[in-house]
């Protein structure tokens, strides 16, 4: 951490607590996340995607019936205004980044709906129900295709892969899309949870709040960067070549994908999750040489970090796993990060609820570094700020 022990400075705000919550634990030392109450390991991978949302929304395990409830909610809300599918129509024909489409469309995507209907609890559902569509029509369009109209019928991570492919998924996919999002739903007070935070606690609106933290998340520092990982991968190609690939790259001096964290100081548990989820993907429906050889690379690389940067505990993260996990899915690299957000984008919501409910403005102090004591009078005539 790196303080001033004078005024308070903290840079980057590490260590610093800022916000209360019941929504997520991370414990660093012992590789805990908790969940509403819950391990992550117990929840992630057996929930549906709705009752997670129902646990962290409401803090406790959904009924059958509310389940359905919210699935409706979703289902009611998941089309889009024809005026949001020409904003991207637009921005894929300057082919420009599924992240910046999200952004875009992000902040119109209450455009069709009167302001009397934008109830915080509507828009919550309205946000959650429309960025999978707004990810899955933007790829299509991306590709040259139609966008495919939402099916009612499917449940919320079921409907996102139907609307990338046209095809209704299998349960091995279902399941292992669930409990990706399950698993990335909620991490603490994370830079794009913050954002979302800041800007609702201005009494601003869930809109602008979700916007600005997909803002944040689309940064490569915490959006982060599955798809180098799975490059990695790919370029050692067989498990006999790991050694040799992982050790010159740490001899050039170079960062392996996918390992080390700021937090976790034992392996990352949503590794663990993800590992379990990919295995049981690929054993199902998948190339399970891949899923082995990913194993080789990961032993060996949390091998050759001990022996090149020994006492820094550098184990496998989320990215790692997450990457096996979307490939397995069929998803392609450029759709790891919108992913991400059709996860994450519920722990935004409740996050912003949450400090909508403490009535408290956040606003930091600033160290004030500059000169002191100038004098306008003296100031040099050739600098004038008269306009001649
Ligand atoms: N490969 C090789 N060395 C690594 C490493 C990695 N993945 N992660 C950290 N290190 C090394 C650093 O080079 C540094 O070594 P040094 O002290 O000899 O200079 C030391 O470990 C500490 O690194 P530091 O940058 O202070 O750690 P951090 O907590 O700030 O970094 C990450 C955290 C995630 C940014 C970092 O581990 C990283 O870059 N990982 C690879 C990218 C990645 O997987 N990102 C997704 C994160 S979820």
């Given at each position: 951490?790196?303080?001033?022990?004078?005024?308070?400075?903290?840079?980057?705000?590490?260590?610093?607590?800022?916000?209360?919550?019941?929504?997520?634990?991370?414990?660093?030392?012992?590789?805990?996340?908790?969940?509403?109450?819950?391990?992550?390991?117990?929840?992630?991978?057996?929930?549906?995607?709705?009752?997670?949302?129902?646990?962290?929304?409401?803090?406790?395990?959904?009924t059958s019936v509310e389940v359905i409830h919210l699935h409706s909610e979703l289902a009611r809300w998941r089309a889009l205004p024809p005026a949001l599918l020409d904003l991207l129509q637009s921005a894929a024909r300057t082919n420009r980044p599924a992240m910046d489409a999200l952004r875009m469309a992000a902040g119109a995507i209450d455009l069709d709906l009167p302001a009397s209907a934008l109830d915080d609890g509507t828009l919550g559902h309205v946000l959650l129900a429309r960025i999978p569509t707004v990810v899955a029509a933007y790829w299509r369009l991306q590709q040259g295709a139609a966008p495919i109209a939402p099916d009612p019928a499917l449940g919320h991570a079921a409907n996102y892969l139907y609307m990338l492919t046209g095809s209704v998924p299998n349960a091995a996919r279902v399941r292992g899309l669930e409990t990706y999002l399950n698993t990335v739903i909620d991490h603490g007070l994370n830079a794009s949870t913050f954002t979302a935070r800041v800007i609702i606690a201005t009494h601003s609106d869930l809109v602008s709040a979700i916007t600005g933290a997909i803002g944040a998340l689309k940064g490569p520092l915490h959006g982060g960067a599955p798809g180098p990982a799975l490059d990695m991968v790919f370029a050692i190609g067989e498990a006999a070549r790991a050694e040799a690939y992982l050790r010159a790259k740490l001899e050039a001096g170079e960062r392996l994908m996918g390992f080390g964290h700021r937090i976790y100081k034992v392996r990352d548990p949503r590794a663990e999750v993800l590992a379990a989820a990919a295995r049981d993907l690929y054993a199902a429906d998948g190339d399970m040489a891949l899923y082995t050889l990913a194993g080789a690379v990961e032993e060996t690389a949390v091998r050759l970090l001990a022996e090149f940067k020994p006492g820094r505990n550098l184990q496998t993260n989320v990215e790692f796993y997450t990457a096996l996990l979307l490939h397995g899915l069929a998803l392609p690299t450029d759709l790891f990060a919108p992913t991400f957000a059709v996860g994450r984008v519920a722990g935004w919501i409740g996050h912003a609820w949450e400090q909508i409910a403490t009535g408290r403005l956040i606003r930091p102090a600033s160290q004030y570094i500059g000169a002191r004591g100038r004098s306008y009078e003296h100031a040099d005539a050739d600098r004038s700020h008269a306009l001649s």
């Amino acid at each position: 951490m790196t303080t001033n022990p004078n005024n308070g400075f903290v840079s980057g705000l590490e260590g610093v607590v800022a916000a209360q919550t019941r929504l997520s634990h991370v414990d660093g030392q012992r590789g805990e996340l908790i969940l509403a109450g819950y391990a992550l390991e117990e929840v992630a991978p057996t929930l549906s995607f709705e009752a997670m949302v129902h646990l962290l929304w409401h803090d406790r395990l959904p009924t059958s019936v509310e389940v359905i409830h919210l699935h409706s909610e979703l289902a009611r809300w998941r089309a889009l205004p024809p005026a949001l599918l020409d904003l991207l129509q637009s921005a894929a024909r300057t082919n420009r980044p599924a992240m910046d489409a999200l952004r875009m469309a992000a902040g119109a995507i209450d455009l069709d709906l009167p302001a009397s209907a934008l109830d915080d609890g509507t828009l919550g559902h309205v946000l959650l129900a429309r960025i999978p569509t707004v990810v899955a029509a933007y790829w299509r369009l991306q590709q040259g295709a139609a966008p495919i109209a939402p099916d009612p019928a499917l449940g919320h991570a079921a409907n996102y892969l139907y609307m990338l492919t046209g095809s209704v998924p299998n349960a091995a996919r279902v399941r292992g899309l669930e409990t990706y999002l399950n698993t990335v739903i909620d991490h603490g007070l994370n830079a794009s949870t913050f954002t979302a935070r800041v800007i609702i606690a201005t009494h601003s609106d869930l809109v602008s709040a979700i916007t600005g933290a997909i803002g944040a998340l689309k940064g490569p520092l915490h959006g982060g960067a599955p798809g180098p990982a799975l490059d990695m991968v790919f370029a050692i190609g067989e498990a006999a070549r790991a050694e040799a690939y992982l050790r010159a790259k740490l001899e050039a001096g170079e960062r392996l994908m996918g390992f080390g964290h700021r937090i976790y100081k034992v392996r990352d548990p949503r590794a663990e999750v993800l590992a379990a989820a990919a295995r049981d993907l690929y054993a199902a429906d998948g190339d399970m040489a891949l899923y082995t050889l990913a194993g080789a690379v990961e032993e060996t690389a949390v091998r050759l970090l001990a022996e090149f940067k020994p006492g820094r505990n550098l184990q496998t993260n989320v990215e790692f796993y997450t990457a096996l996990l979307l490939h397995g899915l069929a998803l392609p690299t450029d759709l790891f990060a919108p992913t991400f957000a059709v996860g994450r984008v519920a722990g935004w919501i409740g996050h912003a609820w949450e400090q909508i409910a403490t009535g408290r403005l956040i606003r930091p102090a600033s160290q004030y570094i500059g000169a002191r004591g100038r004098s306008y009078e003296h100031a040099d005539a050739d600098r004038s700020h008269a306009l001649s």
